[in-house]
T-cell receptor, first 114, second 110 residues
Framework: GAVVSQHPSWVICKSGTSVKIECRSL??????MFWYRQFPKQSLMLMAT?????????EQGVEKDKFLINHASLTLSTLTVTSAHPEDSSFYIC??????????FGPGTRLLVL | QKEVEQNSGPLSVPEGAIASLNCTYS??????FFWYRQYSGKSPELIMF????GDKEDGRFTAQLNKASQYVSLLIRDSQPSDSATYLC??????????FGDGTTLTVKP
């Protein structure tokens, strides 16, 4: 299957700082990537759809000004959590795929905001 | 009603047994269905996808889809302790987006 990488794998930051997470497709080009968030013992919740060269599409209830998504190339999407607070602590996972059906997940980024 | 519902679990089976994981979905127009395995602290890993009614087999895994009943299942034959994980059912809702169930935690006891 396709390979998706994420960086960093984990990050600890102080409340109020911004954190950028990178998601890369290593062996395919992705016009669309997806960002998910997973809290402990819960399932994945789709946050937004990242579209190459255009604005991201956010799911209901997700603040677009807080979670900035940039998809500047066919192999890179970034998620920036701005002014992070402890409630933003979560496991952030991106996914991508060559087609619009099967998606492959990155290894995830664990964020802890103190 | 949740869009995708799974057995709450946890499910425990002895090594070598068949594990059966079930999933129902609410959108009758859904066309693509996926099973992911997620180990604790890791991101989900795609196990199988199924588009057509009937069975699809891949090694020890068999996915079954019944669109009339809006039901999809995953059977794991000859279960191994390494199969112990949370299994997520996902339904494609269009344009590559998927809605996930809450997952069923499987424990295979040696």
């Amino acid at each position: 299957g396709a390979v998706v990488s994420q960086h960093p794998s984990w990050v600890i930051c102080k409340s109020g700082t911004s954190v950028k997470i990178e998601c890369r497709s290593l062996d395919f080009q992705a016009t669309t990537m997806f960002w998910y968030r997973q809290f402990p013992k819960q399932s994945l919740m789709l946050m937004a759809t990242s579209n190459e060269g255009s604005k991201a599409t956010y799911e209901q209830g997700v603040e677009k000004d807080k979670f900035l998504i940039n998809h500047a190339s066919l192999t890179l999407s970034t998620l920036t959590v701005t002014s992070a607070h402890p409630e933003d602590s979560s496991f952030y996972i991106c996914s991508g795929g060559e087609g619009k059906e099967t998606q492959y997940f990155g290894p995830g980024t664990r964020l802890l905001v103190l | 009603q949740k869009e995708v519902e799974q057995n709450s679990g946890p499910l425990s089976v002895p090594e070598g047994a068949i594990a059966s994981l079930n999933c129902t979905y609410s959108d009758r127009g859904s066309q693509s269905f996926f099973w992911y395995r997620q180990y604790s602290g890791k991101s989900p890993e795609l196990i199988m996808f199924i588009y057509s009614n009937g069975d699809k087999e891949d090694g020890r895994f068999t996915a079954q889809l019944n669109k009339a009943s809006q039901y999809v299942s995953l059977l794991i034959r000859d279960s191994q302790p390494s199969d112990s994980a949370t299994y997520l059912c996902a339904v494609n809702v269009g344009e590559g987006k998927s809605t996930f169930g809450d997952g069923t935690t499987l424990t295979v006891k040696p």
